[in-house]
């Protein structure tokens, strides 16, 4: 009895445990080789890890780490052979003065296609507009969008229509 409930506190201590926490242990890749398409491949996890990173950790934080990620990840997602990040000219409007959530968007858009190989365009987008709103609401380092606070105001079903007609590239 005493060992199951020792178990049970374990089990509800990593449930409470600060997810940002684990994401703070990611560390960079070092000397990254990116010439074949298989060199790509070998880095899908650690992009996923990086966007992990960069949506759990606060912009002011490990500054210097987050410029080391950045770069790795604009020169993973700007060569892979695998995921084209559409941006619409309307993203622009959702970050405004907020750049760095520019990459939130694309990481985590190259992140959605990762873990999702047969993912649709209005998915991706989705999933990378929420990762800015996760970053935005923080309010660190963050200036006041209205069309970011429009945005988040809306109900599910409102953002949706909102990402088809506003950030969804067509063909």
């Known amino acids: 009895m005493k060992r199951k409930l020792i178990y049970v506190v374990a089990f509800c201590c990593l449930l409470l445990a600060d997810r940002s926490s684990f994401a703070q242990t990611f560390e960079v890749p070092k000397q990254v080789k990116l010439e074949q398409k ?48 559409d941006i619409h000219p309307g993203i622009s409007n959702l970050y405004g003065d907020n750049t760095e959530l520019m990459l939130i968007y694309m990481a985590t858009y190259g992140k959605y296609y990762i873990q999702h190989k047969d993912a649709q365009q209005p998915d991706a987008i989705k999933a990378a507009v929420e990762a800015m709103i996760t970053v935005y609401k923080k309010g660190t380092r963050i200036e006041a969008n209205p069309e970011m606070d429009k945005l988040i105001a809306m109900d599910a079903a409102k953002k949706d229509q909102y990402i088809r007609k506003n950030l969804i590239l067509k063909p």
């Open 38 to 85: 298989e060199d790509y491949k070998k880095y899908e996890q650690d992009v996923v890890q990086a966007a992990d990173w960069l949506v759990a950790t606060d912009l002011d934080m490990e500054t210097v780490k987050r410029r080391q990620i950045s770069a790795f990840l604009i020169k993973w997602l700007s060569g892979t052979p695998d995921i084209t990040i």
